[in-house]
């Protein structure tokens, strides 16, 4: 019988403390992602989501423990971020260091026309739409290939119709990639919509992981995801109307 080979993970996270102003924000963490895996990641303001994202990109580094992210990295994060000064295109190839002009080129438009933005490479960036500008933004993330793309709460200031584009831009995006995801989110519901396994972090650890195998599009009214709901709230701290506590 042949035996069945376990690929190693995207990412791994082992025993990382961190702190600001002797005040620990993440205190031994251990994680691991895994190759294809997309994974939201929850928690109240100040419990480590964003300073674990900057840590996995290597934007900052562990005060003790140790991070590991053998492949390419990419981010996307809340403010898309794009040079005003630069065509959209441009911006685009500013990921890349690889390559002829051309190819970087064709690279970022080939990125451009993944996300539905072929028309828009040679605007510049204030005539986007909150909408379109993430996308370029996404794009920019997507053109290296990374292994690891992490998604710094990238939605949370489009309006609700454009989110639920975007939740679908991704989805589509990650399945033909199929790289590792780690979204940073405050939204629940959009966690359970969007991933296979939803992290809460709660002073500085892990303290919920809960796989998520329903299949995708997702009613999110069904049992199973109102259960799931019920405990990443109850774990977050949101009282739900009607429920009665000790």
Not at 105 to 121: C, H, N, P, Q
Request: zero cysteines; glycine letters at 8%; charged letters at 25%.
């Amino acid at each position: 019988m042949a035996t069945r080979l376990i690929p190693p993970p995207t990412a791994t996270v082992r025993g990382v403390r961190r702190s600001f102003g002797g005040t620990p924000v993440l205190d031994d963490l251990h994680l691991d992602l895994v190759p294809g895996e997309l994974v939201a990641l929850l928690g109240r303001s100040g419990s480590g989501k964003s300073t674990l994202l900057r840590l996995l990109a290597g934007l900052d580094r562990p005060d003790a423990g140790q991070v590991t992210v053998p492949g390419t990295v990419s981010v996307a994060f809340q403010e898309p971020r794009l040079f005003p000064w630069r065509r959209v295109g441009r911006n685009v190839e500013l990921a890349l260091r690889e390559g002829t002009r051309t190819e970087r080129r064709d690279r970022a438009r080939s990125a451009l026309a993944e996300v539905g933005l072929t028309e828009k490479a040679s605007v510049w960036p204030v005539t986007l739409s909150g909408g379109q500008a993430q996308r370029a933004s996404l794009a920019r993330a997507l053109v290296r290939e990374p292994e690891l793309l992490l998604l710094d709460e990238p939605f949370s200031a489009l309006d609700a119709l454009t989110r639920i584009e975007m939740h679908a831009l991704v989805l589509d995006v990650w399945a033909r990639h199929r790289p590792a995801v780690l979204l940073v989110t405050h939204d629940v519901d959009e966690a359970l919509t969007l991933a296979d396994r939803v992290i809460v972090l709660d002073q500085g650890r892990i303290a919920l992981d809960i796989a998520v195998r329903s299949a995708r599009p997702r009613d999110l009214h069904s049992p199973d995801l109102v259960e799931h709901r019920e405990r990443l709230l109850a774990q977050l701290g949101v009282e739900l109307p009607g429920r009665v506590t000790a």
